[in-house]
């Protein structure tokens, strides 16, 4: 049976493509590092010639950076006021990355970056950590003030506090889960339905006729993944901003 | 009990979990559709909001979906 030999899982292995091992830790450059550099080389390539050749009338490359420069710089001022665009190059990097990184890995044989846990819980770490950072830079132990919402009543306060303390332990957690388990699921789920249109085109020609169903079901599910992609993207930047505004705002 | 039939019977019961994905996601767009209805004009304001509360509700059916995932092909 051809379908045994389909596995879903095996898109997300690594594999070390020049295995450097320094003192017991292995440094392998794996097909994780060479697509993560792609990634960077493609998001910077692209801003690089879409602003290289400015006009008044913008091309269509100019005219792409600049909706996706204005989409984030909107999105952090409206969430995170004037204040906040300090953190646009972070916020527009973070977005560029996860973005490029979700839709390269779209194409066949790609390997997705942002499939894996390790790399979305980096970013979302980076994230949480300018957030605490910052948040005690700037204004000192008031930052607590965070976890202590204005109009509770005395008896509630620990148990609210408790909570808003749980809440913020766990944002870097739900952060890169969220992105990490859409792209998984995302890409099993395609590999998955790939695999029927295989395993029904063995039955002979009933089964290729019937084959069909599962084909279409693949082609729509593409169209949903590269929305995913870049919903995800989005989301991973939504959420960037409204935790930035806490390190800004602390006051609720 | 079998390893594997316990593990197939997890993925199925995991697959449970996306049905409160889609019950609330039903609740999203139906009443996006009837505030939209009531007041046509402000309906595009809101359709990013709209899009962010389908992501990150959607995001917690793929958690089920994920562990049924994990069950069946590891």
């Known amino acids: 049976m051809a379908a045994d030999k389909v596995d879903p899982i095996h898109q997300f292995q690594l594999h070390p493509i020049i295995p450097i091992h320094i003192g017991g830790l292995d440094l392998s450059f794996t097909n994780s590092g060479l697509f993560m550099a792609v990634v960077v080389i493609v998001a910077s390539a692209f801003l690089y010639f879409a602003t290289s050749n400015r006009a008044l009338i913008p091309s269509r490359l100019q005219s792409l950076a600049e909706m996706a420069y204005e989409f984030i710089a909107k999105m952090l001022r409206d969430s995170a006021g004037t204040q906040g665009m300090k953190f646009f190059p972070l916020v527009f990097s973070l977005f560029m990355f996860v973005l490029v990184a979700n839709l390269l890995g779209l194409f066949p044989y790609f390997f997705t970056v942002t499939s894996h846990i390790i790399v979305t819980f980096a970013l979302a770490i980076l994230v949480i950590g300018t957030v605490i950072v910052y948040g005690f830079m700037k204004h000192g132990f008031k930052f607590l003030k965070l976890f202590v919402p204005h109009g509770i009543p005395m008896v509630l306060l620990p148990l609210v506090v408790a909570i808003e ?4 332990l766990s ?5 890169s889960v969220r992105l990490f388990a859409n792209m998984l699921a995302g890409h099993i789920t395609l590999k998955v339905f790939s695999g029927f249109v295989v395993s029904l085109s063995a039955f002979g020609f009933v089964g290729v ?21 870049f919903l995800q993207a989005y989301v991973f930047a939504v959420l960037t901003c409204m935790y930035l505004n806490d390190a800004l705002h602390p006051g609720h | ?11 199925g019961i ?27 004009s402000a309906a595009d304001g809101q359709f990013g909001r709209l899009i962010f509360g389908f992501a990150v509700t959607e995001a917690l059916g793929i958690f089920s979906l994920l562990i049924a995932f994990l069950l069946v092909f590891k």
Not at chain 1, 171 to 175: A, C, F, G
Not at chain 1, 209 to 229: K, R
Not at chain 2, 19 to 27: E, S, T, Y
Request: some cysteine; glycine content about 14%.
């Open chain 1, 165 to 168: 303390i749980i809440s913020f």
């Open chain 1, 171 to 175: 944002r870097p957690i739900s952060l």
């Open chain 1, 209 to 229: 006729a019937g084959a069909v169903l599962p084909l279409a079901m693949a082609v729509a599910l593409t169209a949903l993944e590269f929305l995913v992609a």
């Open chain 2, 1 to 11: 009990m079998d390893v594997s039939a316990a593990a197939a019977i997890g993925a």
């Open chain 2, 14 to 40: 995991a697959c449970l979990g996306m049905g409160g994905a889609g019950i609330g996601l039903g609740n999203i767009f139906g009443s996006y559709l009837a505030g939209a209805l009531r007041n046509p």
